[in-house]
T-cell receptor
Framework: NAGVTQTPKFRVLKTGQSMTLLCAQDMNHEYMYWYRQDPGMGLRLIHYSVGEGTTAKGEVPDGYNVSRLKKQNFLLGLESAAPSQTSVYFC?????????????FGPGTRLTVL | GENVEQHPSTLSVQEGDSAVIKCTYSDSASNYFPWYKQELGKRPQLIIDIRSNVGEKKDQRIAVTLNKTAKHFSLHITETQPEDSAVYFCAALGGSNYKLTFGKGTLLTVNP
């Protein structure tokens, strides 16, 4: 099993450009999450999904959109990138049932917005 | 929503010493408290977790304690080794049961 994978690993954008980050998991997890990690700020939840076709806002959703058309994929979109969105983005997934809450993280995407 | 405070932000110890990292949470309905380790340039990985019906859990050199009344939990690492050097994050799962709130992390450095 590949676990949680993310595409791309690195990306440089200019202000105003758009892009989509792809997260895929092969563990049949119901719940998927997008976090951003900035120095000294820990991991902050952007958006999450509790099942195929569902999405919800997290702590810092502004400037991002998400879609979960297939259970195994969770896409994060930036419509008009800003320098403040320079960060490392992590996707995670979990079963979501109370007894199995462990979140498995992807390798991360390092995004720089110039 | 849930708020998780983590201290200290940096911790430096000598190899063989113990390290303790403390976290407090605000939501009394929180019932699951994991700890993640993140090595430089890598993804966070779960190292130990504890549920609200347990006061302490141990796994070899690492242990976690939970005080529900005071709403705080701690990570204890004994006999530290250089490979323990990493950023450690605590987290709490709120009453919604699917959103983790993370602390801001502790950079642990173990000096040989």
């Amino acid at each position: 099993n590949a676990g949680v994978t993310q595409t791309p690993k690195f990306r440089v954008l200019k202000t105003g450009q758009s892009m989509t980050l792809l997260c895929a998991q092969d563990m049949n997890h119901e719940y998927m999450y997008w976090y951003r990690q900035d120095p000294g700020m820990g991991l902050r939840l952007i958006h999450y999904s509790v099942g195929e076709g569902t999405t919800a806002k997290g702590e810092v959703p502004d400037g991002y959109n998400v879609s979960r058309l297939k259970k195994q994929n969770f896409l994060l979109g930036l419509e008009s990138a800003a320098p403040s969105q320079t960060s490392v983005y992590f996707c995670a997934s979990s079963y979501g049932v109370a007894a199995y809450n462990e979140q498995f993280f992807g390798p991360g995407t390092r995004l720089t917005v110039l | 929503g849930e708020n998780v405070e983590q201290h200290p932000s940096t911790l430096s110890v000598q190899e063989g010493d113990s390290a303790v990292i403390k976290c407090t949470y605000s939501d009394s309905a929180s019932n699951y408290f994991p700890w993640y380790k993140q090595e430089l340039g890598k993804r966070p990985q779960l190292i130990i977790d504890i549920r609200s019906n347990v006061g302490e859990k141990k796994d070899q050199r690492i242990a976690v304690t939970l005080n529900k009344t005071a709403k705080h939990f701690s990570l204890h690492i004994t006999e530290t080794q250089p490979e323990d050097s990493a950023v450690y994050f605590c987290a709490a799962l709120g009453g919604s049961n699917y959103k983790l709130t993370f602390g801001k992390g502790t950079l642990l450095t173990v000096n040989p």
